[in-house]
């Protein structure tokens, strides 16, 4: 009786490892290389195509698992399995995620950079970039732990409205310290040089090198409120600050003021919808930039003093660093910085989570921890040569959901 009743159960199993197992053991060989072929094509097209746009920005580690996935699948059914199912896919998916995977080790995370030592030049200029995003900031101490690293020029964007902006600026206030206190702008005071400060729309700055003139282009939808504590997607803003790096003139004027040296930073804050195409949002930048009127604000004796010159463009920028709300490597970038160098690529290594969005669901933050999206990036000019980058978190507590970067330059020397 008991053989009677285990036969069919017996038959049945074989059945499964004779005809389902191989079947699944090639169906999971082949999804694996489908996927690792949607991860090629997504680095090869980037954002040329809204429609490749979207398979560049899902995450590498989620592409390159999912195919180590079916691998190993595959593996598993073939074992069980009385028929070859798979044998020549399998070893082809192998190779294809063991060559992946070393391309993103050394490739994209440039991880053997990590071994590489590093020493800070003297001459070099420590530059801090970070978008608030308007979130509530727990960690004190933040801006005195970026001027204990000498953080030289700190770009800010999005900071939130009010009296944590003036606390902001209170705090930097040892970059030229003053006993009078002055006006910034119409709403914000330091006890300081104004020189070295500056606070328009969402962009706060703040440095060790005065400031001559800036100005900013906003694009986008009209709807967007302003009174919003962070970026919404539908509008963007690039302001231009024009720093002089020139060695500070004795205040008993003893010898003359030494000429000014130049060096020009966009900071960027693009549109983050992610329903627009990257090379349209990009042109478009461009575009208003392109069509800047003239007007902005320039340092006069004590005060910032408004600017008008509608016959000036907007200057070619040695540094172009911000939120771009796109991939590092997309080829959108390249009508906001044509012939530009991109920093992380030319010293920076690791992952690259400039971006960690944080949401309530626990399945969807588990995922989030294994995304690279690295949309806060820098590039430089070919007069300057990035000798660091790193990625910071600002916020320890995991509240903030940008993180800042923080680069090294240091100017080409003519040979």
Known sequence: MTKEHSHPSRSFLGWLRRRVFPKLAKLCAFVGLMILGLWITGRVLTDQYQWSQYIWWVPALWMLGSAWACLFVSFAFAK?????????????????????????????WHMHRIVLPYERAADSIRIGHWNHAGQQISSQGWEQSLLDQGVDIVLLSNARWGQERQIILNNFAPYAPEDKER????????QGDPSHFWIQDNALVASRYPMIRTGIVSFGSAER?????????????????????????????????????????????????????????MQKTRDAIDSWNGTGWKMGRHVWEQNNASGDLFPAPDLIIGDFNTIRG?????????????????????????????????????????????????????????????????DQSGHAEHRMQILDLVKKTTK
């Not at 798979?86 to 993103?104: E, M």
């Not at 000014?260 to 195409?277: C, E, M, Q, R, T």
């Not at 960690?356 to 300057?384: E, Q």
């Open 330 to 394: 997309s080829n959108s970038i390249h009508h906001l910085a044509p012939n530009m160098t991109d920093t992380f690529d030319t010293v920076g290594f690791g992952r690259g989570r400039s971006w960690v969005p944080h949401t309530k669901s626990w399945v969807i933050n588990l995922g989030v921890l294994f995304a690279d999206w690295h949309i806060d990036l820098s590039f430089v000019n070919t007069d300057w040569k990035a000798l660091r980058y790193k990625i910071q978190e600002i």
């Open 183 to 190: 006006w910034v702008n119409y709403s914000y005071k330091i």
């Open 80 to 108: 069980f399995s009385r028929r070859l199912g798979g044998i020549f896919l399998r070893p082809i998916l192998l190779v294809a995620c063991l060559c992946s995977s070393i391309y993103l080790f050394f490739g994209v």
């Open 225 to 281: 409120q302003q009174l919003l504590n962070h970026s919404s997607s539908n509008l963007g803003w690039i302001m231009f600050v024009e720093f002089d790096l020139a060695p500070i003139a004795n205040k008993d004027q003893s010898t003359p003021p030494p000429d000014p040296i130049p060096f020009v930073v966009w900071l960027v804050d693009l549109p983050s919808d992610p329903y627009n195409a990257r090379q349209e949002s």
